[in-house]
């Protein structure tokens, strides 16, 4: 009865393609400069809706600071060998969506007030 299991086992770790997220050169890019684009997005985000939800508008305004402190995440994975690939990449993510961001920005307004 455990012969006629383990030929299935074999089987489907054979099927699932575990290999591409271990060996493939770029997975660690692609997933770290997209995780840095949803996290320079998304964290600021989520957290002054928390702070909105939990805190008064003027106390969630000074209390908004703190979200930089949201930044040693990605500083504790560059020091950490195994992860600091991913976290370079995650770095690059950030600062690209930041840049676009701002320059949308700028051309905006530059447009809006020159009109």
């Not at 209390?63 to 402190?69: A, C, D, H, K």
């Not at 195994?82 to 990449?89: G, M, P, V």
């Not at 905006?108 to 020159?114: A, K, N, Q």
Request: hydrophobic letters at 55%.
């Amino acid at each position: 009865m455990e012969t006629e299991h383990a030929p299935e086992a074999e089987t489907e770790a054979q099927e699932r393609p575990g290999w591409w997220h271990h060996s493939h050169p770029t997975f660690a890019g692609i997933t770290g400069f997209f995780a840095g684009m949803l996290y320079v997005t998304a964290v600021p985000g989520a957290f002054v809706g928390v702070l909105r939800l939990l805190f008064t508008y003027e106390t969630a305004e000074k209390l908004f600071p703190f979200v930089l402190l949201a930044l040693a995440l990605p500083i504790a994975m560059l020091v950490k060998r195994k992860t600091r690939r991913f976290a370079q990449f995650m770095f690059v993510g950030m600062v690209v969506t930041a840049l676009v961001v701002l320059g949308v920005a700028s051309l905006v307004l530059y447009f809006m007030v020159d009109a």
